[in-house]
């Protein structure tokens, strides 16, 4: 931002997403509120942001759902458990309240199509949105070709995502949760990420047993599934709990309403 003078709205798109709110710049500007020029980067580029995944989301009639994130996630949520106890209403005593041992006793409590088709569907639509809101995206900031197949770029940008690069700040880390610089926001949000990595790798490894093995769930409590699930759910645990908390003091002011709402909603999907 620093070295131009001039913005497209493409431009600020582009940087509205690359921006992880670590509000160095709103704590170090002295034309920062309460200044009369009431410089407030940070709560523009949220906007932006939040602008952003209402406008590339598809289809555009679900656009809605971002200004009602922890509702639409309650309803998800809701509507997922009605359907398991629907699916088993009539047993649904000896399903939940009855000893059930050896392999697949799992899939007698939660029978493996409920387990297995709505998150398939939820991941396919999931991608389908993510390629769409990109090419648009794309299409947006007004990139070329060479832009996106640009392999040098691509894996610089792959280092930063799993370095969480642009949460260092200027390098001491965040102004997070007020002006005092700390890396814990970093951290966290690496507890979450790489949590989730694990138990998406506990559930391929559990797959691969099932399917080419022929060893069904449950399994021993030192295997690769259980032991991979168990430190991605303690991670998952540990980094929503502190993002949530961090969330709860953070200074409101550089902050964008519609975006607090999101991350609560997220932190609480994956809690």
């Known amino acids: 931002m620093e070295m131009r003078r001039t913005f497209t709205k493409g431009d600020l798109v582009y940087l509205a997403n690359l921006c992880f709110d670590c509000r160095d710049c709103y704590y170090a500007c002295q034309y920062a509120p309460p200044h009369e020029f009431a410089v407030n980067v940070p709560k523009l580029m949220a906007e932006l942001r939040a602008d952003t995944y209402s406008e590339f989301s598809w289809p555009a009639i679900l656009s809605g759902l971002f ?3 922890i509702a639409a996630a309650a309803l998800i949520t809701g509507a997922s458990l009605m359907i398991i106890l629907l699916w088993c209403w009539d047993s649904w005593d000896q399903i939940f309240f009855a000893t059930h041992l050896g392999e697949g006793a799992f899939y ?3 029978p493996y199509a409920a387990m297995t088709i ?4 939820i991941a396919f639509y999931g991608l389908v949105v993510f390629v769409i809101g990109g090419v648009r995206f794309w299409r947006e900031t ?3 070709l060479s832009d996106v197949i640009d392999l040098r770029a691509f894996w610089r940008a792959t280092q930063d995502a799993f370095g969480l690069s642009y949460m260092k700040g200027g ?3 965040c102004n997070y949760p007020d002006a005092s610089f700390s890396q814990s926001r970093r951290w966290f949000h690496h507890l979450v990420f790489y949590g ?5 790798a506990s559930t391929s490894v559990a797959a691969f047993y099932d399917h080419f093995l022929g060893w069904q ?4 409590l030192l295997s690769w599934p259980v032991v991979l699930g168990t430190v991605g759910g303690v991670g998952l645990l540990i980094g929503t709990s502190g993002l949530l908390f961090l969330k709860w003091q953070s200074d409101r002011d550089p902050s964008e309403e519609r975006m607090l709402r999101m991350d609560v909603a997220f932190c609480c999907c994956c809690f």
Do not use: E, M, Q
């Open 196 to 200: 989730f990595l694990l138990d998406f």
């Open 171 to 173: 390098g001491a880390g």
């Open 118 to 121: 709505p998150p398939l569907i």
């Open 67 to 69: 200004k009602r994130n």
């Open 142 to 144: 007004g990139g070329a």
């Open 108 to 110: 007698r409590v939660v």
């Open 217 to 220: 769930a449950p399994y021993p």
